[in-house]
T-cell receptor, first 113, second 114 residues
Framework: QQQVKQSPQSLIVQKGGISIINCAYENTAFDYFPWYQQFPGKGPALLIAIRPDVSEKKEGRFTISFNKSAKQFSLHIMDSQPGDSATYFC????????????FGSGTRLSIRP | NAGVTQTPKFQVLKTGQSMTLQCAQDMNHNSMYWYRQDPGMGLRLIYYSASEGTTDKGEVPNGYNVSRLNKREFSLRLESAAPSQTSVYFCASLKVKQAHTTQYFGPGTRLLVL
């Protein structure tokens, strides 16, 4: 079974702090790792994604760190804001055959004012 | 651009009833997907359609059927609903672009089977 394990299940961070969500995958053939953000009552939306040819990708306050040898990747949210409160899903896929994307179980992030 | 639309938004069914969830996208994407989302289990793929005229099973296809009516529309049918199918259902389409593939999700259909 191709799995993506995500932790923690829930996370509470003070405003201005750093939120960190971790994921691990099993299939070394995966070569595309997106993160999705989901607000209550809405569908998930792509937040940021990385290919394994780089170890880090940054977009604004959001950074993906990627460790190919450990088969792990993480999302860092700097200067976390109450508007970042949402559920975050990591995923792994075969970029060349993006017909299937395996999602992690999700992390519910709450930012305290 | 409406993106990905889903109908209905909410539905209550009795065990054994049937229904069809509708999905449409106006972005001219080839691939479309149906997921279910349950607490603590993330998104699980039910069926997908890589292109018009083709459909394939995902991780949890039992109890469901799909139809790719045309490039825009991809429907999910529950022939005989069971309480275990109580879930939130999301339809998605896929955009493939250099260095990025992006799934666009609809707003979801919340289904309760009594």
């Amino acid at each position: 079974q191709q799995q993506v394990k995500q932790s923690p299940q829930s996370l509470i961070v003070q405003k201005g702090g750093i939120s960190i969500i971790n994921c691990a995958y099993e299939n070394t053939a995966f070569d595309y790792f997106p993160w999705y953000q989901q607000f209550p009552g809405k569908g998930p939306a792509l937040l940021i994604a990385i290919r394994p040819d780089v170890s880090e990708k940054k977009e604004g306050r959001f950074t993906i760190s990627f460790n190919k040898s450990a088969k792990q990747f993480s999302l860092h949210i700097m200067d976390s804001q109450p508007g970042d409160s949402a559920t975050y899903f990591c995923a792994a896929a075969l970029y060349s055959s993006a017909s299937k994307i395996i999602f992690g179980s999700g992390t519910r992030l709450s930012i305290r004012p | 651009n409406a993106g990905v639309t889903q109908t209905p938004k909410f539905q209550v069914l009795k065990t054994g009833q049937s229904m069809t969830l509708q999905c449409a996208q106006d972005m001219n994407h080839n691939s479309m997907y149906w997921y279910r989302q349950d607490p603590g289990m993330g998104l699980r793929l039910i069926y997908y359609s890589a292109s018009e005229g083709t459909t394939d099973k995902g991780e949890v296809p039992n109890g469901y059927n799909v139809s790719r009516l045309n490039k825009r529309e991809f429907s999910l049918r529950l022939e005989s609903a069971a309480p275990s199918q109580t879930s939130v259902y999301f339809c998605a389409s896929l955009k493939v672009k250099q260095a990025h593939t992006t799934q666009y999700f609809g707003p979801g259909t919340r289904l309760l089977v009594l």
